[in-house]
């Protein structure tokens, strides 16, 4: 653990988000930073790849000592991404809809001058990444909190085919869309060598504690400790399911004998017609291969 010393920040922000919000955040963002005799270097581009291209540039060139992102989980988990296995440490403004990775690491939440405070001021620890890659061993995306397998990655797909309503009440709605028609899922898994067959209703493999606006799915998960924390709901009837489900926001799920836990360095899923989902981001079909990447991140906390 050191102290931050890095003068020259990049920040990286979406511009558009939040009906232009984020362009205020931005900007506000970088006044705090030039305020604490930092350089910023502006890496917003004209488009989402756009911008993340440039800040990845500024990092494998060394033009800058440390990026900021601002935003939601998405946006932390994009910055995981472009700083994994450099030498350049992650800084979090947690402003988004969904903060849990931040919630969870102990960083403020919808406060900016906390966040760039604690930026300027913190220090800087290594910590693990989930490091998902495809049937072929090749690398798809690493991520900061739970990559979802099972009934919430099914919401998750139909939440976002849904126009309508915005913001949480969205996944609210896609999760009752969804119930009478969902039934459990066949999976094959292998964790540290051990193959297993699993019919359930929620597989999620867990580098941090929690997801989805504050569910703590696997609430022992611990970011430092080079493994994964895979969650299993196994097959139960969709009332059960309905009165275990909720707990999840209190961690206490964990109680019921439907709910396993099992941990490992190396897990390999495979199941049909599910996409996967982490840091509330589309990560792609099963097969996949999820390691823990230990401190692979260098992150301001």
């Known amino acids: 653990m050191t102290r931050v010393t890095a003068e ?5 922000v979406n511009p558009t988000a939040g009906k232009h919000r984020g362009e205020q ?3 506000r963002v970088a006044d705090l930073l030039e305020a604490g005799g930092r350089e910023v270097v502006d890496l917003t581009g004209l488009d989402a790849s756009r911008a993340e291209a440039k800040a990845r540039q500024a990092v494998a060139t060394g033009d800058i000592d440390l990026l900021v992102v601002a935003g939601g989980d998405g946006a932390a988990g994009l910055g995981a991404n472009i ?4 030498d350049v440490p992650l800084g979090i403004v947690a402003v988004g809809t969904g903060n849990d990775n931040a919630r969870e690491l102990g960083l403020p939440v919808q406060d900016v001058e ?3 405070q604690r930026i300027l001021r913190g220090s800087v620890r290594s910590m693990d990444l989930g490091r998902v890659s495809g049937p072929d061993g090749e690398p798809v995306r690493d991520y900061l909190g739970v990559l979802s397998c099972g009934f919430d990655a099914v919401v998750n797909e139909r939440a976002n085919r849904m126009s309508w309503p915005r913001g949480p009440q969205r996944y609210n709605l896609a999760i009752l869309r969804e119930l009478p028609v969902f039934g459990a899922i066949h999976y094959d898994l292998t964790i540290d060598g051990v193959e297993r067959e699993v019919d359930g209703m929620l597989v999620c493999i867990a580098n941090g504690r929690a997801f989805g606006g504050g569910m703590k799915v696997a609430p022992a998960a611990d970011v430092d400790d080079g493994l994964l924390d895979v969650v299993i709901v196994h097959d139960i009837p969709i009332p059960t399911f309905l009165s275990v489900f909720p707990k999840v926001f209190s961690g206490t799920h964990t109680t019921h004998p439907a709910v396993e836990i099992v941990r490992g360095a190396r897990v390999s899923i495979a199941t049909e ?3 996967s989902y982490a840091d509330g981001e589309r990560v792609g079909p099963l097969p996949a291969t999820v390691e823990a990447a230990r401190g692979a991140l260098s992150i301001v906390r």
């Open 8 to 12: 020259r920040i990049g920040l990286l």
């Open 25 to 27: 955040i931005g900007t």
């Open 83 to 86: 700083c994994a296995d450099t």
């Open 114 to 116: 906390a966040s760039v």
């Open 273 to 275: 017609r599910i996409v």
